[in-house]
């Protein structure tokens, strides 16, 4: 069994060949398609975070509104930039969400990549620490999100406070228990994936990895999953840790498929840069008839080593396209490869 979820960028255009025009289409459908997904079997709802774009931005209400609309389905992020958040409300805002949802938020998170903006952070407010990178920066909110996550007080409570207190130094609020276990870092390079290892977080690996040894981009991928997992065993950490990868997939069974996915012209790996310095191999996509997607994804080392696969989605085709892209390969692909 594999879990399978979706992955939104969520992104948006005034354009009339949109079907997602706005800010409102963008996050209204967001909550449409989770419930879709939901009804239809999936097992995850996921969105990417960017700021100073016509994408999502904000994530907590939007997983907190889904939370409220479903009942199953884990909702989740992938990934929300570290360099931006302030970590404390952040622990504030993904308790809330987490005890509206019932415990079903996956909160993945990263260094970020790069965004629509030169240095978005420092209009957020924040600096790298003396002699750091934004790297070091967003590392440095993570430690210190995961260290507030445990629950432990930790600030010193007022003697004439306004309401009472329990004793003691004070936490967090709300503090949902089980959250530290379902934190996920988006990890490029094989070295985060084993430095996630080391915190105690789950991996999630996406459509792009720092190209390392020049081998096919699922390689690569299987290579990074299974370094991570060995750093997790020797880390000594008690529970089993999981692994997301993302992927591109559409069967292709119905004309409206064929005509906007079934040109093959994204069906190899190809070699891009990040920026000036970081070369980085960028994963082909799937599309095809159903049996020979079956094929080609049988060969792919990298889903086989994850617990759980993110269908990426071109959310401006609209839900009901969406849900039928999500429906296609629970049906007619996922049974095949034993994955259901």
Excluded: C
């Excluded at 967001?30 to 079997?41: F, K, N, P, Q, T």
């Excluded at 960017?50 to 999502?56: D, G, I, P, S, Y």
């Excluded at 599309?287 to 079956?294: F, G, H, K, R, S």
């Excluded at 990426?312 to 994955?339: R, S």
């Amino acid at each position: 069994m594999k879990k399978i979820g979706f992955l939104s960028f969520g992104h948006w255009t005034p354009s009339p060949q949109s079907q997602t025009q706005s800010a409102s289409d963008a996050l209204l459908q967001s909550i449409d398609l989770a419930v879709a997904a939901e009804e239809l079997g999936a097992d995850g709802a996921y969105f990417r975070v960017h700021h100073f774009a016509r994408q999502l931005s904000s994530p907590f209400p939007l997983l907190a509104a889904i939370g409220t609309k479903t009942s199953r389905i884990e909702i989740g992020t992938a990934v929300i930039d570290m360099r931006y958040e302030n970590p404390l409300y952040m622990a504030e805002d993904a308790g809330a969400a987490d005890i509206i949802s019932g415990g079903r938020l996956q909160l993945g998170i990263s260094r970020g990549s790069p965004e629509q903006v030169i240095d978005g952070w420092r209009y957020f407010g924040y600096l790298p620490p003396d002699g750091g990178s934004d790297a070091d920066m967003a590392r440095q909110h993570t430690e210190v999100l995961l260290d507030v996550l445990r629950g432990e007080g930790f600030a010193q409570p007022n003697p004439r406070p306004m309401f009472p207190n329990p004793p003691g130094a004070l936490r967090i609020e709300p503090h949902s228990e089980g959250l530290l276990e379902r934190i996920w870092w988006g990890s490029s390079s094989n070295s985060t994936a084993v430095w996630a290892a080391k915190m105690g977080m789950n991996l999630q690996s996406s459509t792009l990895k720092t190209d390392e040894t020049g081998l096919p981009f699922h390689v690569q991928q299987a290579e990074q999953i299974r370094a991570f997992r060995q750093a997790w065993k020797e880390a000594g950490h008690q529970r089993e840790p999981q692994v997301s990868v993302s992927r591109s997939i559409f069967a292709l069974v119905n004309d409206m498929d064929r005509a906007y996915f079934g040109r093959g012209d994204e069906s190899e790996d190809n070699i891009g840069f990040i920026d000036e310095k970081t070369r980085a191999i960028f994963g082909r996509s799937y599309a095809a008839e159903p049996d020979v997607l079956i094929e080609q994804l049988a060969k792919d080392e990298a889903i086989a080593e994850a617990d759980t696969l993110l269908l990426t989605v071109p959310n401006q085709l609209g839900v009901d396209y969406n849900a039928h892209v999500i429906e296609a390969v629970l049906t007619h692909v996922a049974p095949a490869l034993g994955w259901r």
